[in-house]
């Protein structure tokens, strides 16, 4: 067989990936392994209907949807669920293939990372899965990286204490979550007093004041009506929700006051302690409760500190997401300088995940993932040259 570059490039990454596993290992992150093929539903339902054309799905003989796994968190989640360990403080690393369609690259690369379930000392768990997020990027030779943190926990906070509609906090924080700009969005809605259109006034109209269980029940008697149960590939409770957030916005647009405190938040970036006095500022200014959160935010800088991260270093910005509705704190990413679009590492904390999963009670959980080939390209072995 002839060596190739990418042969040894493999070959080395592959070598160096080992060599993390075995730092997790030592760092007592035992070693999982997920089955390649797993269930697309969890996939479709966590990452959302948008996924689908990036994944590679199948059908069984039952008629359930299966998927080359697309990412290892929650194969690894699954996995422990299913063990003797699930609720117990479990952690876990892994190493394997990924598959995602993603338009010219390599459907198929390797992922390697942590899993960390059960441990309720969050802040603590938080700052450890950054500092051995560091210490995956020192050992593929890159010693100084840009360190991207967010914390989606605060943004909820925040909605959950100005007093709006139900329908306007659950469009702002899937907006967050997905990475849709906030401020256009809202100057958007609040101009046009929510989505134009008259064809369905009659059916608004009827909503108007609802909650979401009466919304559902409307919905479903009229799709019943019409013999139907999905619409475009969406679901009774999506049209209802969806009904139910037009008419909510046709009823009354977001306040003045929450625009500008939204505004004020999302500017907020910086390094953490200069963004924790910011914060503490706004929430005295518009007399919001964000103490336990902002709390939160502080305390894990200062295990981020006692881990020898220099937190000087370390950007924080209230607007920083990952993209996926999952999240519920944490989130963090690293990148090589100069290089601002993938990340090498990107993690943060996931605590809904379990009970989405079908956990019965709420499992807090945290860990990352690591693009062995973005490190690999970045990267050098720390004995000599370019990989």
Known sequence: MTVTATTRGAASSAAWADALL???????????EPAILQPAEPFLDLSGEGIRKSLYLTTDASGEDLCLRPDLTIPVARDYLASPEAGKPAGFSYLGPVFRYRGGQPSEFLQAGIESFGRQDRAAADAEMLALALEATAAFGLTDVEIRT??????????ETLGLYPVWRRRLIKDFNRKVNLTEDIERLTLSGGPGGNEYQGVLAALAGSDRKAALALVTDLMSIAGTTNVGGRTVAEIADRFLEQSTLKAGALPRDAIATIKRFLSIAGEPDEAIAQLRALAEDARLDL??????LERRVGFMAARGIDTSKTRFSTSFGRGLDYYTGFEFELHARGNGTEPLVAGGRYDGLMTQLGSAEPIPAVGFSIWIETLTQHGKPLGGGKA
């Not at 075995?22 to 999982?32: E, P, V």
């Not at 967010?150 to 909605?159: E, R, S, Y």
């Not at 103490?291 to 939160?296: K, L, R, T, V």
């Open 22 to 32: 075995l730092s997790f290992a030592q760092a007592g992150y035992i070693r999982s």
């Open 150 to 159: 967010g914390d989606v926990a605060l943004f909820n906070a925040l909605i």
């Open 291 to 296: 103490s336990g959160a902002i709390d939160e």
